[in-house]
């Protein structure tokens, strides 16, 4: 299975700052057919997931263009600037390009 | 508008089985294939599998073969989970996801199963 190792765990962070999250795969998430399947999503406390960027760096609808995602290979990075209180909650990556899916294991974004 | 609504939270013994359901709303159902995923207290998201729901043909991860079964009751745009012999382990938030393309846009609110004697 490919292992997603985010970090950091746990982020803590100021209103109005930003930050990073890592995305690191054991192996290339470079499909065959040339895509790659590197999504982020948000779970906010108590609700389920919701999806915020999909192959690496396209924002879902309604997702506000302070996130952005980059990377390739089998690193990857989700960025949010200008935290506001509804960011808050754990960020999760998933790889879809290989079987199983697999689901990094989370980082929890928190006030300072 | 999108939903995924799924049914409500079971408590139930070790040994015994459950049928968990996602009925979806507002796009042509059999367009986009259904997704499982497990949330055990505290934990991350773990993926259990898929359905297609053209075909009715399910997918299992290897940690979910044997004692789980997804299906579909097509005409009420319905995909349901069920767990056999159910495990402390089992104890879980399950949630449905649709996927075509971008995938898990649409999420249920989640099934909470407590698996306790």
Known sequence: ?112 | QIQLVQSGPELKKPGESVKISCKASGYTFTDYAMHWVKQAPGKGLKWMGWINTYTGKPTYADDFKGRFVFSLEASASTANLQISNLKNEDTATYFCARELGAPFDYWGQGVMVTVSS
């Open chain 1, 1 to 112: 299975d490919v292992l997603m190792t985010q970090t950091p765990v746990s982020l803590p962070v100021s209103l109005g700052g930003q930050v990073s999250i890592s995305c690191r795969s054991s192996q290339s998430l470079v499909h065959s057919d040339g895509n790659t399947y590197l999504h982020w999503y948000l779970q906010k406390p108590g609700q389920s997931p919701q999806l915020l960027i999909y192959r690496v760096s396209n924002r879902f609808s309604g997702v506000p263009d302070r996130f952005s995602g980059s990377g390739s290979g089998t690193d990857f990075t989700l960025k949010i600037s200008r935290v506001e209180p509804e960011d808050l909650g754990v960020y999760y990556c998933l790889q879809s390009t290989h079987f199983p899916l697999t689901f990094g294991s989370g980082t929890k974004l928190e006030i300072k």
